[in-house]
């Protein structure tokens, strides 16, 4: 008996949603969803690269810290490398570091707010529309 009732209040909801016309704002809200969802794929993958530039930026620090203080080191500023004492070429890569870590913690911050903002148009959604509409991606 329980399942009965439970399967029938899903008939119900479903059979609502399906009832529901699609209004300016809902397509607007569903149009936005959207847009979102590919602009946080975006970033994403800015957000995995920017990752990967720093592992890569800590191997290298790791590396230098091995070196010998008296020699040169070839740094690479745009499309060249220069041969710099140790000491200089360890304060830039620093700087690089720093620039990086708030670079990734720039785009960490809004994939957070994107996502939290995807939460409630879903929320808004599927209370409008329950199951006739499907936002899983």
């Given at each position: ?16 949603g399906e009832e529901n016309e699609v209004r ?114």
């Open positions: 008996m329980m399942q009965h009732r439970m399967l029938s209040k899903e008939d119900e909801v479903s059979a609502a300016r704002e809902d397509q607007e809200k569903i149009n936005r969803f959207s847009r979102l969802h590919q602009r946080e794929t975006l970033l994403e993958e800015q957000l995995k690269a920017k990752q990967k530039d720093k592992e890569d930026l800590e191997e290298i620090s790791m590396e230098l810290e091995l070196a010998d203080e008296d020699e040169l080191v070839p740094y690479k500023i745009g499309d060249s490398f220069f041969q710099l004492p140790l000491a200089d070429a360890q304060s830039l890569l620093s700087s690089s570091t720093e620039q990086i870590d708030s670079e990734v913690s720039g785009l960490e911050e809004k994939l957070s707010d994107l996502r939290d903002e995807l939460q409630q148009l879903k929320v808004a959604l599927y209370a409008r529309f329950g199951r006739s509409i499907n936002l899983e991606v």
